[in-house]
């Protein structure tokens, strides 16, 4: 299991909110971590509805465990192609919707994956 330390970012001006690594402790939170795959070890009949924000690319590896997860929904961000790698080699069909641009994420759009 994991510690990871976070910090939660908001203004009133956007209402966005952002989660960074920080070393600042009035706003430290440690938070308990799992692997995708302890997560999904007891599971059969798997679909996973995800918007992680970039991170994708650092849960959907080509160490993932995938054998139990039969249709995937996600937003994916930069760096398109070594996730369909991942997905197309674990067995997975994958339909894209049209990319597009945001001047803060970059390039993304969302990815519809099934056995």
């Known amino acids: 299991m994991l510690a990871v330390n976070l910090t939660y970012l908001g203004t009133a001006q956007t209402n966005f909110s952002v989660i960074k690594q ?3 402790t009035r706003y430290r939170k440690n938070i ?4 995708l795959n302890d997560a999904l070890k007891s599971l059969k009949n798997v679909a996973i509805k995800c918007d992680c924000e970039g991170a994708e690319h650092k849960i959907f ?3 993932a465990d995938l054998s139990n ?3 995937i929904e996600m937003e994916y961000h930069t760096g398109l192609q070594k996730l369909l ?4 080699n674990k067995g997975f069909k994958v339909k894209l919707s049209k990319q597009y641009y ?3 994420a970059g390039y993304m759009g ?4 099934w056995k």
């Open 22 to 24: 920080t070393k600042n």
């Open 102 to 104: 945001d001047k803060y």
């Open 69 to 71: 997860v039969y249709v």
């Open 32 to 35: 308990k971590c799992i692997t």
């Open 61 to 63: 590896t080509k160490d």
């Open 110 to 113: 969302y990815l519809y994956a």
């Open 85 to 88: 790698t991942v997905l197309k």
